[in-house]
């Protein structure tokens, strides 16, 4: 069984950063790519962010790059968002997810958090 506990959401101002913490319990963690969601109102649910094994790599959709980070603690089976820079279209559920796949285009994943909302305002 494979649990995330998420946390660091709220209301910030434009310009302001947040991090985003989930620590993912289950077997064999760090062979599973990890990454963060988000879902806008009205708008589908978007992979920003995600980290592969063995090696961290990362990967980030264009309208974050250069504004987040994802990065894992192996000791602590957690994986982090750090974002800076925020913009009010950033508003959305941020979700943690982890055993991601690809379905088309997209990028789904087995196992997911309950959702954190981040509010950016102007």
């Known amino acids: 069984q494979v649990q995330l506990v998420e946390s660091g959401g709220g209301l910030v101002q434009a310009g302001d950063s947040l991090r985003l913490a989930c620590v993912i319990s289950?077997?064999?963690?760090?062979?599973?790519?990890t990454g963060w969601f988000r879902q806008a109102p009205g708008k589908e649910r978007e992979n920003v962010a995600r980290?592969?094994?063995?090696?961290?790599?990362?990967y980030y959709d264009d309208s974050v790059k250069g504004r987040f980070t994802i990065f894992r603690d192996d000791a602590l089976n957690a994986v982090y968002l750090q974002m800076n820079s925020l913009k009010p279209e950033d508003t959305a559920v941020y979700y943690c997810?982890?055993?991601?796949?690809?379905?088309?285009?997209?990028?789904?994943?087995?196992?997911w958090g309950q959702g954190t909302q981040v509010t950016v305002s102007s």
């Open positions: 289950g077997r064999t963690f760090w062979s599973f790519v």
């Open positions: 980290i592969s094994p063995p090696y961290g790599n990362t």
């Open positions: 997810a982890t055993s991601l796949k690809r379905i088309g285009t997209k990028w789904s994943a087995d196992y």
